[in-house]
C-alpha cells in the first residue's frame, strides 16, 4: 500500500498521545521523588503548587497547568499563533522513564577506579551513590587530569542544543568553572549545524551568514516572484529555535501562500513544506550530493544564453573571470552545462535550463537549507548558490538573492525595536555573530573532529588556513549534548569513547551518551528552575520569564547548582557565582535591558514588575518590516563593503588559492565526494536520507511519550519508495534492516511516493540501542542512522561534518526480534 508523508497544519494537537505513563511516572515521583535543596535558595523564587505558569523552551512559549504540584498540561502562549504539536512531548519530558533520578556511577569505574572496564559501558551497570561522592569523584579527576596530563587532558568542548535560558547555559557554565578554577582542558570550535557553511561564508560574504537576518517576509510576500526551497524543509524546522521560537516563519509562508506564486521546492523528498504550498509547489527530485552540478548547469544556461547579469558582476563580486574558464570548460575541457549536469543530477537537461529562464525571469529568492553543506565537499554548495545568485543580479534588491536561514530559527520574521538581554560567560572571547562559540581553552579542535581527536593524538590536521596537532585528552565532560545522536559512524565513535579514562555527563535523560559514562550527574530539566530568555532568534519582540514549573524532582539539581559545588571542591565558588543568587543573576540581566531601554526613550517595567507579568513585548518596526539583506552595500559598495579582503562578494579567493588544499579550489567546483547515488561502482544502492525529524530537536523529545505518534514497530520510520520496496519483498510497516561496511540499524517501514526511488528517509536524532554494547558494530535495535554515516572532514577547510553523505542498503528483518530498550531506565537508577 502507498501513501504520503502526512502533513498536519502547524499548531494542530497531535494525536494517540498516551497519558497512561504520564500518569504512573508522576505518581511514582510524588512517592519517591526528594526535593533537592538549592544552593541559590535564599534567592530562589518556587514553583507555584497550583495554578498556570508561563514559561518558555526551544519549542515555543507555552502555559503550564500545575495541580498540586504536579505539572498535567500544556498548551501554546496566547500571543504564539502557530504553537508546536511538540510541546505534549515537552510536558512528558519531566516525567518520562528516561529520566536520571540521582548520582549514579559506572560499578566498573567505582570499584576499580579509572579507565576500568571500558568495554562494559552502555551495559547500564551503575551504582547509586550520593551527591557528595559523585562530585568528590569528579573534583579529584580534574585534580588527577592537571598533575598528570596537563592543561589539556580534559576536553570540555561540549557540544548540544542544550536548554535556552541566559543563566542555566549548562556549557558556558562547564566552561566557567573549569575557568575560575584553573583546571586547563581542550575546547572545541564551530557546530554540527552549519560546520561547513559557517567557515566558507566568511571567505566569500565576509559573515557567517548562516545565523544572521534574511530579508523579511513582508519584503518576499511583496516584491519575490519565485521563492525557492533547496534542501530545506521550514515548516519542520521553524518549530524550533535556539532561544524561544515565536514562529514567524510560519506567518510569513502563510502569507506568502495567500499569494499563489510559485514555490520550488528542490529536494529528493516530497516534504511538508511542499504540502503545504499545496498546487503552487513544485517539486524537483535530483540525485542527492549533485547539487553544485546542477546549479554549475544553471549557471551555464545563464551565461551562454546571456541571462546573467554582467554589471552586478563587474562592480559587486571578485573573482567571475577566473571561474568563467571552469563554468565554461576552456580550463578542463569539460563545460558544466545542462546536459553535463543532466548526467550528474538525474534531472533533465531542459529542466535545468528552464529554471535558469525562470530564475532569471523575475525576482527570485534562493533560499537554501543546511543539509546541502552537511555533506562530503558541502563546503561548495553555499558557494556555489551564492554565485548563482550572483549571476542573477538581485542580490540586495527586494526578494531576490539568497538566504541561508529561512528555515532556522524562523528567519525573516521582522525585528522588533526592543533590548538584548546577556547572559552567563564562560570567560572567553565570543565569535561575532555566534555569542555561543568561543574560543576559550589551552587548546581547540573543530568540533566534528572529535573521535580523530581521539585516535590519533598528535597527529596534525588542517582547519581554514591553519595546521594544528590534536591533543592527547583522556577525561570529558559533557553537558546539554548527546554526542552518540549527533556525531557520525557510530561504531567508529563507540571504539574511540574506550580511550576516555573518565567520562562525566550531566543530564536529565539517560541518553545513549549517559549510559556510555563513568559519572552521571541528574540535572534537572529547564521547567525545575528559573530563568529568561529573548522570544524570537531573529525578531527579538519579547522577553519572557522561564519560570519553574515544577520543583525538581528525585535529586535533580540545576546546572548553576552543581557547577558551583564543583568550584566550592577546587576553591573557586565565590569566582564562579559572584556570590549573587539565581534571581539576582535575572535581575542583572534584565538590568542591562533596562539600561538599554532607557537609552532608546522606551523604559520597561522594573525586574519585579517584568516577572509578575512574565513577558516583556515590544513593537515590531517598519524598518524590520521592510529589511533587505544587503540594501546597503548594493546602494554603495565602497562605504559599506563587505567583510572578505576585497570588501566584494568572492567567487573567487586568493586567501583559499594560498592554502592549497586539494578538496577545496578557490572558486566554486564539482567534486565527486566519498560516495554517492549514480556513482560509478558504489558499493551500496541506496542513498539514506537524514533529514531533521518534524516531532523532535535531534534526538531531544526521542525519550518521551511524542515518540508513540511517529515510531513504526517501536522502530524509528525508514521512508522507502514503493518500487524500492517492492523489489526487496518490503511491505508498509515491516521491521528492516538497513546496513552499509559502517554499520546496521533496525527501522520501521513507510512504503510512500513522497521519496524518489534510490533514496531512503531515516531521520537523525534516533536514540543508538546496541544489541550488545560491549561488542562495536552491534545491531542498532532502534534506529540510530549515524550507525551509518562516514565520520569525515568535509574538507581540511571547515572540517565539517558529512552526515548527509550516506550509501546503504536495507531488507526485511526476518530474525527474532530484539527488545527496544534505550527507552527505559537502568536498572538501578
Known amino acids: 500500500m502507498t501513501k504520503t508523508v502526512p502533513a498536519r497544519p502547524a499548531g494542530s494537537p497531535a494525536t494517540g498521545l498516551t497519558r497512561r505513563r504520564f500518569l504512573e511516572t508522576t505518581a511514582a515521583a510524588s512517592?519517591?521523588?526528594?526535593?533537592?535543596?538549592?544552593?541559590?535558595?535564599?534567592?530562589?523564587?518556587?514553583?507555584?503548587?497550583?495554578?498556570?505558569?508561563?514559561?518558555?523552551?526551544?519549542?515555543?512559549?507555552?502555559?503550564?497547568?500545575?495541580?498540586?504540584?504536579?505539572?498535567?498540561?500544556?498548551?501554546?502562549?496566547?500571543?504564539?499563533?502557530?504553537?508546536?504539536?511538540?510541546?505534549?512531548?515537552?510536558?512528558?519530558?519531566?516525567?518520562?522513564?528516561?529520566?536520571?533520578?540521582?548520582?549514579?556511577?559506572?560499578?566498573?569505574?567505582?570499584?576499580?577506579?579509572?579507565?576500568?572496564?571500558?568495554?562494559?559501558?552502555?551495559?547500564?551497570?551503575?551504582?547509586?551513590?550520593?551527591?557528595?561522592?559523585?562530585?568528590?569523584?569528579?573534583?579529584?579527576?580534574?585534580?588527577?587530569?592537571?598533575?598528570?596530563?596537563?592543561?589539556?587532558?580534559?576536553?570540555?568542548?561540549?557540544?548540544?542544543?542544550?536548554?535556552?535560558?541566559?543563566?542555566?547555559?549548562?556549557?558556558?557554565?562547564?566552561?566557567?568553572?573549569?575557568?575560575?578554577?584553573?583546571?586547563?582542558?581542550?575546547?572545541?570550535?564551530?557546530?554540527?549545524?552549519?560546520?561547513?557553511?559557517?567557515?566558507?561564508?566568511?571567505?566569500?560574504?565576509?559573515?557567517?551568514?548562516?545565523?544572521?537576518?534574511?530579508?523579511?517576509?513582508?519584503?518576499?510576500?511583496?516584491?519575490?516572484?519565485?521563492?525557492?526551497?533547496?534542501?530545506?524543509?521550514?515548516?519542520?524546522?521553524?518549530?524550533?529555535?535556539?532561544?524561544?521560537?515565536?514562529?514567524?516563519?510560519?506567518?510569513?509562508?502563510?502569507?506568502?501562500?495567500?499569494?499563489?506564486?510559485?514555490?520550488?521546492?528542490?529536494?529528493?523528498?516530497?516534504?511538508?513544506?511542499?504540502?503545504?504550498?499545496?498546487?503552487?509547489?513544485?517539486?524537483?527530485?535530483?540525485?542527492?550530493?549533485?547539487?553544485?552540478?546542477?546549479?554549475?548547469?544553471?549557471?551555464?544556461?545563464?551565461?551562454?544564453?546571456?541571462?546573467?547579469?554582467?554589471?552586478?558582476?563587474?562592480?559587486?563580486?571578485?573573482?567571475?573571470?577566473?571561474?568563467?574558464?571552469?563554468?565554461?570548460?576552456?580550463?578542463?575541457?569539460?563545460?558544466?552545462?545542462?546536459?553535463?549536469?543532466?548526467?550528474i543530477s538525474g534531472i533533465d537537461a531542459e529542466t535545468i535550463r528552464g529554471l535558469a529562464r525562470r530564475f532569471a525571469d523575475g525576482t527570485t529568492m534562493l533560499a537554501s537549507g543546511w543539509s546541502l553543506q552537511r555533506q562530503h565537499l558541502g563546503e561548495q554548495r553555499h558557494w556555489m548558490l551564492v554565485t548563482l545568485a550572483s549571476m542573477l543580479g538581485q542580490i540586495g534588491l527586494p526578494g531576490g538573492g539568497f538566504g541561508l536561514s529561512y528555515h532556522y530559527s524562523n528567519g525573516g520574521s521582522p525585528s522588533a525595536d526592543g533590548p538584548v538581554l546577556p547572559g552567563i560567560t564562560d570567560g572567553g572571547k565570543a565569535v561575532e555573530g555566534a555569542a555561543w562559540l568561543t574560543a576559550s581553552g589551552a587548546a581547540s579542535i573543530p568540533l566534528a573532529r572529535l573521535v580523530d581527536m581521539l585516535e590519533n593524538p598528535g597527529a596534525e590536521f588542517d582547519f581554514n588556513g591553519k595546521r594544528d596537532t590534536y591533543p592527547d585528552v583522556h577525561m570529558t565532560y559533557w553537558v546539554g549534548g548527546n554526542p552518540m545522536a549527533h556525531h557520525q559512524d557510530r561504531n567508529r565513535m563507540v571504539a574511540a569513547w574506550r580511550k576516555f579514562e573518565t567520562v562525566v555527563v550531566q543530564d536529565f535523560q539517560w541518553t545513549a551518551t549517559a549510559r556510555h559514562a563513568d559519572i552521571v550527574l541528574p540535572a534537572t530539566t529547564s521547567y525545575e528552575r528559573n530563568d529568561v530568555e529573548q522570544y524570537g532568534d531573529y525578531s527579538l519582540k519579547a522577553v519572557v520569564a522561564m519560570k519553574k514549573v515544577v520543583e525538581p524532582l528525585y535529586e535533580a539539581r540545576n546546572d548553576m547548582d552543581i557547577f558551583a559545588e564543583l568550584a566550592d571542591r577546587m576553591g573557586a565558588k565565590e569566582a564562579f557565582t559572584e556570590g549573587k543568587s539565581e534571581m539576582e543573576w535575572l535581575e542583572e540581566f534584565y538590568s542591562s535591558a533596562e539600561d538599554q531601554a532607557q537609552a532608546l526613550g522606551n523604559p520597561i517595567p522594573d525586574f519585579d514588575g517584568f516577572w509578575e507579568e512574565g513577558y516583556l513585548e515590544f513593537p515590531v518596526s517598519e524598518a524590520g518590516r521592510n529589511y533587505v539583506r544587503y540594501a546597503d552595500f548594493r546602494e554603495d559598495p565602497l562605504l559599506e563593503p563587505l567583510g572578505t579582503p576585497t570588501g566584494l562578494i568572492e567567487i573567487y579567493s586568493v586567501n583559499i588559492e594560498k592554502m592549497g588544499y586539494d578538496d577545496c579550489p578557490p572558486h566554486p567546483t564539482w567534486m565527486e565526494p566519498l560516495e554517492r547515488l549514480g556513482m560509478p561502482n558504489a558499493e551500496y544502492p541506496l542513498h539514506v536520507a537524514t533529514s531533521h525529524p518534524r516531532s523532535r530537536l535531534h534526538s531531544q523529545l526521542c525519550g518521551t511519550a511524542l515518540r508513540e505518534t511517529y515510531a513504526v514497530a517501536g522502530r524509528e520510520p525508514c521512508l522507502i519508495h514503493p518500487d524500492d520496496a517492492g523489489a526487496r519483498g518490503i511491505a508498509d510497516g515491516d521491521v528492516v534492516r538497513v546496513f552499509n561496511g559502517r554499520g546496521q540499524m533496525l527501522a520501521g517501514a513507510v512504503l510512500t511516493d513522497a521519496i524518489m526511488p534510490g533514496v531512503i528517509r531515516v531521520n537523525e536524532g534516533g536514540w543508538f540501542d546496541p544489541v550488545d554494547p560491549e561488542t562495536v558494530g552491534s545491531l542498532c535495535k532502534y534506529g540510530d542512522v549515524n550507525t551509518l554515516s562516514p565520520d569525515l572532514g568535509t574538507s581540511k577547510l571547515a572540517q565539517g561534518n558529512c552526515g548527509h553523505t550516506v550509501l546503504a542498503d536495507v531488507e526485511k528483518f526476518t530474525g527474532d526480534l530484539p527488545e527496544v530498550t534505550v527507552f527505559n531506565t537502568p536498572a538501578n537508577g
Request: hydrophobic share 35%; proline share 6%.
Open 31 to 343: 512517592v519517591l521523588g526528594a526535593v533537592s535543596p538549592s544552593i541559590l535558595a535564599p534567592g530562589a523564587a518556587h514553583a507555584q503548587a497550583s495554578g498556570e505558569v508561563l514559561s518558555g523552551c526551544h519549542w515555543g512559549a507555552f502555559q503550564a497547568t500545575v495541580e498540586d504540584g504536579r505539572w498535567t498540561a500544556v498548551r501554546g502562549w496566547d500571543q504564539d499563533a502557530y504553537p508546536s504539536h511538540q510541546l505534549q512531548g515537552v510536558l512528558d519530558s519531566v516525567y518520562s522513564p528516561t529520566r536520571i533520578k540521582y548520582p549514579m556511577v559506572r560499578r566498573a569505574y567505582l570499584e576499580n577506579g579509572p579507565g576500568s572496564d571500558v568495554e562494559s559501558r552502555g551495559m547500564d551497570d551503575f551504582v547509586r551513590v550520593t551527591w557528595d561522592e559523585a562530585l568528590d569523584l569528579v573534583a579529584a579527576e580534574f585534580k588527577r587530569m592537571g598533575e598528570t596530563y596537563g592543561p589539556t587532558g580534559v576536553y570540555a568542548g561540549s557540544y548540544g542544543w542544550k536548554s535556552p535560558g541566559k543563566l542555566h547555559n549548562c556549557q558556558s557554565l562547564l566552561r566557567r568553572m573549569l575557568n575560575v578554577s584553573g583546571v586547563g582542558y581542550v575546547n572545541s570550535s564551530g557546530d554540527y549545524s552549519t560546520g561547513a557553511s559557517q567557515i566558507i561564508m566568511p571567505h566569500v560574504m565576509g559573515t557567517l551568514e548562516v545565523y544572521e537576518q534574511q530579508t523579511a517576509w513582508p519584503v518576499l510576500v511583496e516584491s519575490t516572484d519565485t521563492l525557492v526551497f533547496w534542501g530545506a524543509d521550514p515548516m519542520v524546522t521553524n518549530q524550533i529555535g535556539w532561544v524561544i521560537p515565536d514562529h514567524g516563519g510560519f506567518e510569513g509562508m502563510q502569507a506568502f501562500k495567500d499569494t499563489g506564486k510559485p514555490v520550488i521546492f528542490i529536494d529528493p523528498v516530497r516534504t511538508e513544506s511542499h504540502d503545504f504550498f499545496g498546487e503552487q509547489a513544485e517539486w524537483i527530485a535530483p540525485r542527492p550530493q549533485s547539487d553544485v552540478a546542477m546549479m554549475l548547469g544553471i549557471a551555464h544556461t545563464l551565461y551562454t544564453e546571456d541571462l546573467h547579469d554582467q554589471q552586478f558582476l563587474d562592480e559587486y563580486t571578485f573573482g567571475f573571470d577566473r571561474f568563467l574558464p571552469y563554468l565554461t570548460g576552456e580550463s578542463d575541457g569539460t563545460p558544466k552545462d545542462a546536459d553535463w549536469a543532466a548526467e
